[in-house]
């Protein structure tokens, strides 16, 4: 009889784990990069409110951008060369794969919201720089200087240390040395080993699954500090910063824009979750594709699928070892703070 009963409960086990591989999975998730719970929480409130998954990642991306996350979101983070702020973001509805998406924003906070009055006012999927604050201007953002305090000692700082690190290569006078304004270098020489702080560099990417298995993301950035003027990463990308499709799941991305963004994670992730992959295997399939030409990059990818489980997967460097991100579901029930060990 005992044994009977040994052999019956190791049965039930063995049974219950294969059914459930990736932990017990609930709807509706929401899922974010970084540790930023406020965020996690204020997705989730809009959701219990009767909001829709875009209104959870628009209101947990932009109570990133109002708290200033990490310094990496919002007004008076990573001034650029000239010592301005500007912003990235994407909004992504996996229903109807409609996008809308800001790059280089200037004098607007709510970098999120203006993307998303891309993606319903306008039949286009990404505005940029000037004419981007014109258009936010008009659907009733308010303009004001994003720089603070913080911003001008970064910058100031940056000046003082002969304007080091620089995103410039080939060009004179030699940028690991000088502050500009820069000329092309008489040669190209090969590529420079990149300079990223991975301590100031921490965008926030959104992936809401609906209750009935609707998927939306999102991002929301100040980009990266001391970047060239113009310059846009991978956060309003398509794909690259973050992808939805209903059909499948989400994923989104954060690190090293400039080099994430050549290899569209996001989207891959979510391809492969369509064909079955769990959210697991696909973000490391993601990271993999990126560290096989560039194996020092910094960066991680979450991903969800629409059964509600989910993964996450970052690529090891010095500095790097773990990346948080949080989960908010009806079995956590609050923001619980979760990483993964990168590879
Ligand atoms: C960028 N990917 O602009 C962004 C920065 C970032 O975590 O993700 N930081 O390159």
Not at 41 to 59: H, I, N, P, R
Not at 175 to 194: E, H, M
Not at 223 to 231: D, E, T, Y
Request: hydrophobic fraction near 35%.
């Amino acid at each position: 009889y005992c044994f009977c009963k040994t052999f019956v409960k190791m049965h039930m086990c063995f049974i219950l784990m294969f059914l459930l591989p990736f932990g017990h999975a609930t709807l509706p998730l929401v899922i974010n990069t970084w540790p930023f719970e406020h965020a996690t929480a204020t997705a989730w409130s809009a959701l219990q409110a009767g909001g829709s998954v875009l209104d959870a990642v628009e209101k947990g991306c932009a109570r990133c951008e109002a708290d200033q996350c990490d310094g990496s979101v919002g007004f008076g983070g990573s001034p650029d060369e000239r010592g301005e702020t500007t912003l990235d973001a994407m909004i992504m509805n996996g229903n109807t794969m409609e996008v809308g998406a800001v790059g280089d924003l200037r004098r607007i906070k709510n970098a999120i919201g203006v993307a998303r009055a891309v993606m319903e006012r306008t039949e286009h999927t990404l505005l940029v720089g000037e004419s981007a604050s014109v258009f936010a201007e008009n659907m009733g953002f308010t303009a004001e200087d994003l720089t603070t305090n913080k911003s001008i000692s970064i910058f100031t700082q940056w000046l003082n240390d002969k304007c080091q690190p620089n995103y410039r290569k080939n060009v004179s006078p030699d940028p690991s040395q000088y502050c500009g304004p820069y000329k092309p270098g008489a040669t190209l020489r090969q590529r420079r080993k990149r300079q990223i702080d991975i301590h100031a560099h921490d965008t926030i990417g959104m992936i809401v699954i609906g209750k009935d298995g609707q998927v939306a993301a999102g991002t929301s950035t100040n980009g990266a500090n001391h970047k060239v003027p113009g310059r846009i990463g991978d956060s309003p990308i398509t794909g690259a910063g973050s992808y939805a499709d209903s059909t499948a799941g989400g994923a989104a991305a954060t690190g090293d824009g400039d080099v994430m963004m050549r290899f569209l994670p996001s989207y891959l992730a979510v391809e492969l979750m369509k064909t079955g992959t769990d959210p697991s295997t696909a973000c490391k399939t993601s990271i993999s594709r990126i560290k096989i030409h560039y194996p020092g990059f910094f960066g991680a990818v979450i991903c969800a699928n629409t059964t509600g489980h989910y993964g996450a997967a970052c690529n090891k460097v010095p500095g790097f070892s773990k990346f948080p991100f949080v989960v908010y579901n009806s079995q956590t029930n609050s923001p619980l703070l979760q990483s993964v060990d990168c590879f």
